[in-house]
């Protein structure tokens, strides 16, 4: 048999653009006195967009202004940040930590390596199995998931939940109780499956949307798998009340450059931007230019995009399912109400221990976050009554002097707001806050 002969391929060829024009990153202090620009360029590539949000949304800083330009091979990015406190970012760590991640050192690990992101909570937390939730929403329900976990000596050392159209996501990061490594024991594994799916399921054997637990796979980012989890649940076709204003989303063609425009209009919030450009992505559209802008409590955003194809959305089947989608993305991460910050020494059982509290003082959580600083367990939960209701002043501070004594506590309570139309001619911006889901402040008191 005569042999075959392949023509050679480099495998470093895919590589070799970025490492001839090798991506620039620009911390900017001087141009702008209220904030700090961010400029990004770099070769163009699939995802890039989303890589950039997410590496700035995860230092907790937000953004005001941006402008994205990725025409033909290149990929332009300027974006106006600022800290928490509405400040400009000066923290030399936290500069350092762009410049690397965004630059040609972070490219470089990337090319051989998927993106890490934010794998758990916002720092590292060693090995642990990682598991995901997606069921019915009923109150309790993450009381009873805790429970078992604790009861079959898992640790949970991080765990973030949204509540969205009663349905519930959830990424749970659990180790073993004795030695605080990932639990491989499949005998095990699969008994806590079962114990789970049994609890998720409750008395909803007859549910269409049938609940399950998984061990997932990979390292995608823990916001980003939230979205895809609820996406792939389809819980944007369900139509019910949600909270705050409703955003005002359309979508025209620009018949002249080839473009679908994406234009959303809303309430500002943290990670309003990653939210829209994770579901873009995991949607499979390229955003070829953007712009984003926000004034007081409003923010608007507009996207020039098309699908991976190359073709534009011309069916209203397509346009309505696009913008069904982004409302959701919208509201998956919008709590008005109280939110509890906890923070104590962490232990097997805490947030079991935390959980049960809050459903024994009648307490429903929709959103939940959970992570692990050194020795300390640091612990956010938005919470309404078990009829969805805002809850009463008198049960808050029950549950603060219940649980004040043995934890750190810190309560808050955002205001519904108005529609933003109203309070951007206000001025006022009462209700609407840019505060981090994982508290900065407590976890600075907390790091060495």
Not at 213 to 224: A, E, K, N, P, Y
Not at 258 to 266: D, I, T
Not at 297 to 314: V, W
Request: glycine share 6%; charged share 25%.
């Amino acid at each position: 048999m005569a042999k075959v002969y392949w023509p050679y391929f480099d495998p470093e060829y895919e590589n070799l653009s970025t490492r001839i024009n090798p991506p620039s990153v620009s911390i900017d202090n001087t141009s702008c006195k209220e904030c700090t620009l961010v400029k990004v360029d770099s070769m163009n590539k699939p995802g890039i967009l989303l890589e950039v949000v997410q590496v700035l949304t995860d230092l907790d800083l937000t953004i005001t202004k941006a402008y994205i330009s990725s025409d033909g091979g290149w990929f332009m990015d300027v974006f106006h940040v600022t800290d928490q406190q509405g400040n400009k970012v000066t923290d030399s760590k936290t500069i350092d930590y762009i410049e690397k991640v965004l630059g040609p050192k972070g490219y470089a690990s990337a090319s051989q390596n998927t993106w890490p992101g934010k794998r758990v909570g916002v720092h590292s937390l060693g090995d642990h199995t990682s598991i995901e939730i997606i069921a019915r929403d009923r109150p309790g329900l993450l009381s009873e998931v805790s429970a078992v976990l604790a009861d079959l000596h898992f640790n949970v050392v991080a765990a973030e939940a949204w509540t969205h159209n009663r349905r519930i996501a959830c990424v749970l990061y659990v180790n073993d109780n004795e030695t605080s490594r990932a639990v491989d024991d499949p005998q095990r594994l699969s008994t806590m499956e079962e114990q789970l799916n049994l609890v998720l399921r409750g008395c909803e054997q007859e549910d269409e949307k049938v609940a399950r637990t998984c061990l997932s796979i990979g390292s995608t980012h823990v916001d980003r798998r939230l979205h895809q989890m609820l996406f792939a649940d389809r819980d944007y076709e369900a139509v019910t009340k949600v909270d705050g204003s409703v955003p005002k989303i359309t979508i025209e063609n620009c018949e002249e450059k080839g473009y679908s425009v994406v234009n959303v209009s809303c309430e500002d919030r943290p990670k309003l931007m990653f939210d829209i450009v994770c579901t873009l992505t995991d949607m499979q559209y390229i955003v070829f230019h953007a712009t984003i802008t926000s004034s007081g409590p409003h923010a608007s955003q507009e996207y020039f995009i098309r699908h991976k194809d190359g073709c534009t959305l011309d069916s209203e089947g397509e346009k309505e399912r696009v913008i069904k989608c982004l409302e959701a993305a919208i509201h998956r991460r919008v709590s008005e109400g109280w939110s509890l910050e906890l923070c104590a020494k962490d232990r097997v059982g805490l947030l079991s221990e935390v959980t049960r509290i809050l459903r024994e003082h009648g307490l429903s959580v929709t959103r939940a976050g959970v992570t692990t600083v050194g020795e300390q367990a640091v612990n956010v939960f938005y919470v309404r009554d078990a009829s969805g209701n805002p809850v009463d002043v008198k049960t808050i501070e029950a549950l603060r002097g219940e649980i004040g004594h043995s934890m750190m506590i810190n309560v808050k309570n955002k205001v519904p707001s108005k529609s933003w139309k109203e309070e951007g001619q206000a001025g006022t911006g009462r209700g609407w806050a840019k505060t981090s889901f994982f508290f900065g402040n407590l976890l600075e008191k907390l790091l060495p």
